[in-house]
């Protein structure tokens, strides 16, 4: 947990944050609505003997305190997709609508892509890509699970992702970018035994190229989410600042369903824009989950 210390100065109740790291991770699953309905779900999850808890931000959203997410048939049937509880909300903040045109950057295995998907009412157009064959088999896998019907894939880095073959600019995108994944600690214990800043600061330059790319095929006016599953301000708020200065953008509000706490404008030597406020932090001992970030950006103008 030595990495984490880092992060001290940035966290609440530091010894609160140290002991939930150290808890393992309530499974959870997403009512998959392009299939069945959440209080058909439900029913289905009892007669199958499954212990379920709401949750009380995401009506579609359940913590399984004593199974796994694929051991039961309403999964088989795809009616459930296994998708840690945080994660659930990039899509909910992106807020896509029935047919509009949105753009998953960095897709696979699908369970943002699929939850787009269901918001949309499998209609419109989603485009999810993704630069790995194995992870992006997964992706297939489980959009035919989940009935996804208005799915366009792409094998390509995102940052050089070509909007050629689907017209227009994009209404919106999601870029839930590769990251160092320390938020991950508790579904993954040995997530940070090879953490090294030189990769965090490395990986960082790569989450700004694809943030960049989101922004220039978004239509004026569109709205981009970026979120990752670090705590490391390189990864978080040195990537937004950077497409401050060098994007058509702006951060802005909105509202958080999960407890949390607002981005910083500072760290260690580097300052960032004010309107950093605006994005979220979610540690794991606010809301029992994995720790996260969140942020939202309109883009202003070609």
Known sequence: MNVL???EPLIDDFEAFRAACERPLPSAVRVNTIKTTVERARRAMETADMAVEAVDWHPGVFRLPDDQPGTNWPYVHGWLHGQEEVSALPAVVLDPQSGERVWDACAAPGSKTSQLAALMDDSGLVVATDNNLGRLSALRSN????????LAVTVEDARHHSLKPFGDPYDRVLVDVPCSCEGTVRKNPDALDNWTLDHVQGISGVQKGILGRAIEVTREGGTVVYSTCT????????VLQHALESSPCRLVEFDCPLECTSGVTEWEEERFDDSMRRAKRIYPHHNDTGGFFCAKLEVTGG
């Open 5 to 7: 210390e880092r992060y």
């Open 231 to 238: 705590f490391a301000p390189e990864e978080n708020e040195a």
């Open 143 to 150: 959009a035919e699970r989940l009935g996804v019907t208005n």
